[in-house]
């Protein structure tokens, strides 16, 4: 880890502002120091670090682009690009944290919630006092979230909440999550859940091979009483929970350049080390293969996610843009750890080096956020105006 080089084959830095430059510099120091050292120990145990929030919190990874006057970091989408691509060269479970946090919780809040709940919860979360969670998928309705049966009734002084979620980043220990349920019209609308309301429960889902250093698991609803005053009412109907995995997305599709990078810096480095029949396997025309198409498949991913990043900085960029780069980023990323891995040969599946856990974590990024077939529909629907989802 120490020696890690970012690639960065096609001068994208020039492209770069100063800003940028040194937030990334400090995400990446803080990788570094506080994320790399203890990250295999806590995906082996199946722990997720608690140490690292206030770090994360430092670094601006929780509200990035939310502005200052709530404790945000006030910075553009490239910087909340930047973060999430340093934080996930380290693991991508600690970048779902910041992301859940960033996109799904204090997004919607500051997107649809009421002055009150902004001043309530934004500064907390961006401090890491609080940590959120984003409860929109269910047992029965994962990618098709249209179908949720979670539901409220109006009881006149409160709502009362009943239903389950299922595969929810962070619930264990949530402070607040932000969920989706539709009203007596059956028209969706958000939530905030605290935790200690009576009935709301968060238990948590073991026994993943995937993203094991970020706690998973339900949040279950048994007549909650909600206050009236934790709806969210800027928004509602499925639009609300897609306008954040919109956020959510862009910076995956940069997280999971962080990721290929780890994997394609170690395998370079093992590669030139790596001795076999008398010559660095460096030397070996299908090594180099791997590690050509691995450097040209990442620079793509950083001109696509740049271009996705001024784009949204002006507001232009579209939902199905941004799938397209949250399928192509982490699909090539998988690809590299695939590849990465086996260049390492037998060291390849240990601990030792980080590109198995890579490797295993990307398996739950292509699935979450969009699995990377509805992502594929996504584009096709903007191509052809037909959506083939039903
Ligand atoms: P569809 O008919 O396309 O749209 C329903 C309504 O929503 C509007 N809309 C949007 N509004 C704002 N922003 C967007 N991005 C929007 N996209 C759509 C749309 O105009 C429509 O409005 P209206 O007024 O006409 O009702 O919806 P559909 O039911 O056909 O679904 C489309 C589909 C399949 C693409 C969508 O359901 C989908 O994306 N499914 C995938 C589900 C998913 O991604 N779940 C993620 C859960 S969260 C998570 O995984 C967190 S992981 C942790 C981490 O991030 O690290
Ligand atoms: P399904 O929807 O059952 O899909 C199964 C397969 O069918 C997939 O290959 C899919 O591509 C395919 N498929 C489905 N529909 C179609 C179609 N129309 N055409 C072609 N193929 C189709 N959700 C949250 O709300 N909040 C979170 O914080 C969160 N965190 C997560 C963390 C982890 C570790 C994981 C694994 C998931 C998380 N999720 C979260 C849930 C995630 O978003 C869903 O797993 C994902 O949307 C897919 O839903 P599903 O698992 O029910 O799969």
């Not at 909340?80 to 944290?97: A, F, K, P």
Request: some cysteine; charged content about 25%.
């Amino acid at each position: 880890q120490d020696t890690f080089q970012a690639p960065d084959y096609y001068n994208i830095d020039d492209l770069l502002t100063e800003e940028h430059r040194l937030v990334r510099q400090a995400a990446r120091d803080w990788v570094k120091r506080d994320v790399s050292p203890i990250i295999e120990e806590a995906a082996q145990k199946a722990e997720f670090p608690k140490s690292i929030i206030k770090g994360l919190s430092e670094i601006g990874a929780f509200g990035p682009y939310i502005p200052e006057e709530y404790g945000g970091a006030g910075l553009d989408q490239i910087s909340y690009g930047l973060i999430m691509q340093e934080i996930e060269r380290g693991d991508s479970g600690v970048r779902s944290t910041a992301s859940v946090q960033s996109s799904l919780v204090m997004f919607p809040i500051y997107a649809y919630g009421t002055d009150e709940q902004k001043k309530k919860f934004l500064p907390k979360l961006a401090s890491g006092e609080f940590m959120g969670a984003f409860g929109l998928t269910e047992p029965d309705h994962g990618s098709n979230p249209s179908g949720m049966t979670s539901n409220y009734k109006d009881k006149g002084n409160h709502y009362l909440l009943n239903g389950a979620k299922m595969w929810i980043s962070n619930a264990p220990f949530c402070d607040i999550a932000v969920v989706w349920a539709k009203n007596e019209e059956g028209r969706i609308h958000g939530l905030i859940v605290e935790r200690g309301m009576e009935g709301f429960s968060t238990p948590e889902t073991h026994n993943k091979w995937s993203l094991r250093a970020s706690a998973t698991g339900e949040l279950i609803f048994d007549n909650v009483k909600v206050p009236k005053e934790n709806l969210l009412t800027g928004k509602s109907g499925l639009g609300a929970p897609l306008s954040c995995l919109d956020s959510a997305r862009f910076g995956i599709a940069w997280g999971a350049i962080g990721a290929a990078m780890d994997c394609y810096d170690t395998a370079l480095r093992y590669s030139k080390e790596r001795m076999q029949f008398d010559k660095p396997i460096a030397s070996f025309q299908l090594q180099q293969k791997k590690l050509a198409e691995m450097i040209t498949e990442i620079t793509k991913a950083q001109l696509l996610a740049l271009r996705l990043g001024q784009l949204k900085n002006e507001g232009k960029a579209t939902t199905a843009q941004i799938s397209m780069a949250k399928r192509n980023n982490v699909d090539m990323a998988i690809n590299i750890a695939r590849e990465a891995r086996q260049m390492l040969g037998g060291m390849g599946i240990t601990g030792e080096y980080s590109i198995m856990r890579h490797m295993m974590n990307l398996e739950s990024v292509i699935t979450y956020e969009g699995t990377h077939d509805i992502h594929l529909l996504i584009t096709g629907a903007d191509v052809t105006g037909i959506p083939a989802f039903k």
